[in-house]
T-cell receptor, first 113, second 113 residues
Framework: SQQGEEDPQALSIQEGENATMNCSYK?????LQWYRQNSGRGLVHLIL?????REKHSGRLRVTLDTSKKSSSLLITASRAADTASYFC?????????????FGTGTRLQVTL | NAGVMQNPRHLVRRRGQEARLRCSPM?????VYWYRQLPEEGLKFMVY????????ESGMPKERFSAEFPKEGPSILRIQQVVRGDSAAYFC???????????FGPGTRLTVL
């Protein structure tokens, strides 16, 4: 498996339900970032969590990070149809020099009315 | 405060032609990153630049691809003698400093005929 692999690959829920997406990675990281991408569009930055943080909130988003398990989760509460998109986690490795992000293949979230 | 700007948004080239993609980072950002996204896949890092310097080009093919970020003007990703396999969405991101949020532009969708 590759760095920054999301699970599940696709998720379909009804409006009002919560959506949970998971991300696993392999190497030591400096931070982990979650992005949203609507079909055929650019990426929207959602949240950044640093390696020394365990949980972070932003509106209806809650991100957790477990560095011992090399995993993160993104929870979207009270989902809306507008949340339909692909969600990517991206890790920034703790290499000391490089600042590149390594993306997973994404979770495609479908929120139906 | 305008976000990251990329142009053109869509670019069509015939095999063998040159493609030139431009990226203007957010105001105050001196770190620029280029990523490539193939259909139904996550983004893959190509190159990381600071003003006038290439910091990390480990994800960029050795031949036909080059990138620059001059003292004045936008960052340029140049692809010479394009082939069909170069068809993809190319995204630029910028950050204020290393190890911080990277904000993405809308992307340039390159189609090689």
């Amino acid at each position: 498996s590759q760095q920054g692999e999301e699970d599940p690959q696709a998720l379909s829920i009804q409006e009002g339900e919560n959506a949970t997406m998971n991300c696993s990675y392999k190497t030591s990281i400096n931070n982990l970032q979650w992005y949203r991408q609507n079909s055929g569009r650019g990426l929207v930055h959602l949240i950044l969590i640093r390696s020394n943080e365990r949980e972070k909130h932003s509106g209806r988003l809650r991100v957790t990070l477990d560095t011992s398990k090399k995993s993160s989760s993104l929870l979207i509460t009270a989902s809306r149809a507008a949340d339909t998109a692909s969600y990517f986690c991206a890790t920034e490795a703790n290499t000391g020099t490089a600042s590149k992000l390594t993306f997973g293949t994404g979770t495609r979230l479908q929120v139906t009315l | 405060n305008a976000g990251v700007m990329q142009n053109p948004r869509h670019l069509v080239r015939r095999r063998g032609q040159e493609a030139r993609l431009r990226c203007s980072p957010m105001k105050g950002h001196s770190h620029v990153y280029w990523y490539r996204q193939l259909p139904e896949e996550g983004l893959k890092f190509m190159v990381y630049l600071q003003k006038e310097n290439i910091i990390d080009e480990s994800g960029m093919p050795k031949e036909r691809f080059s990138a620059e970020f001059p003292k004045e003007g936008p960052s340029i990703l140049r692809i010479q003698q394009v082939v069909r396999g170069d068809s993809a969405a190319y995204f630029c991101a910028s950050s204020r400093t290393a190890y911080n949020e990277q904000f993405f532009g809308p992307g340039t969708r390159l189609t090689v005929l």
